[in-house]
T-cell receptor, first 114, second 112 residues
Framework: DGGITQSPKYLFRKEGQNVTLSCEQN?????MYWYRQDPGQGLRLIYY???????QKGDIAEGYSVSREKKESFPLTVTSAQKNPTAFYLC?????????????FGSGTQLSVL | EDQVTQSPEALRLQEGESSSLNCSYT??????LFWYRQDPGKGPEFLFT?????EEKEKERLKATLTKKESFLHITAPKPEDSATYLC????WGAGSYQLTFGKGTKLSVIP
């Protein structure tokens, strides 16, 4: 079945540690996105990528980094510079173009600080 | 200032009690308005896209409508399995058109 796979489901970070969240899609979508969700808040865009080897910052990119070496993969690294990393992280993908604009989401990764 | 405001924040309904959720937006140049359903601990699931004022879309017990300033998600005779958080998002024309801007959501609880 086609879809977006995020792993792990739960992740714990120690202070000063970098952690990487995985996102893989087999939908053949060009665009991929990372959103952060906090309780009582709307989803906020961290980074997005429309093509391999290219990505742009979203509204809250500080303390995060990404790579897009393959069309199928868009990993997110939460660095030690992100002082409040506890949140639910959602990866999404979409085709490009005017007629297929909806985002397909993965099942999320809950990141907590030890 | 929030560009997308959803109300109410939470709504409790008895099974079979119809109601509506509201999503108002203050942006101009709307390219599309999206409704998603999100269950606890899971990613949002797409429901509808609306593109122009007057447009309506239906799926089972849900109907979404759009005006120039807001959208409504009408729930007719809800069942307990409709309990979820419903998210509204907008996409704009021009710079930033890659991005969906989300509201904070309405948490719906349907009591048997």
């Amino acid at each position: 079945d086609g879809g977006i796979t995020q792993s792990p489901k739960y992740l714990f970070r120690k202070e000063g540690q970098n952690v990487t969240l995985s996102c893989e899609q087999n939908l053949n979508h060009d665009a991929m996105y990372w959103y952060r969700q906090d309780p009582g808040q709307g989803l906020r865009l961290i980074y997005y990528s429309q093509i391999v080897n290219d990505f742009q910052k979203g509204d809250i990119a500080e303390g995060y980094s990404v790579s897009r070496e393959k069309k199928e993969s868009f990993p997110l690294t939460v660095t030690s510079a992100q002082k409040n990393p506890t949140a639910f992280y959602l990866c999404a993908s979409s085709p490009l173009g005017l007629t297929n604009e909806k985002l397909f989401f993965g099942s999320g990764t809950q990141l907590s600080v030890l | 200032e929030d560009q997308v405001t959803q109300s109410p924040e939470a709504l409790r309904l008895q099974e079979g009690e119809s109601s509506s959720l509201n999503c108002s937006y203050t942006v101009s140049g709307l390219r599309g308005l999206f409704w998603y359903r999100q269950d606890p601990g899971k990613g949002p699931e797409f429901l509808f896209t609306l593109y122009s004022a007057g447009e309506e879309k239906e799926k089972e017990r849900l109907k979404a409508t759009l005006t120039k300033k807001e959208s409504f998600l009408h729930i007719t005779a809800p069942k307990p399995e409709d309990s979820a958080t419903y998210l509204c998002a907008v996409r704009l024309w021009g710079a930033g058109s890659y991005q969906l801007t989300f509201g904070k959501g309405t948490k719906l609880s349907v009591i048997p």
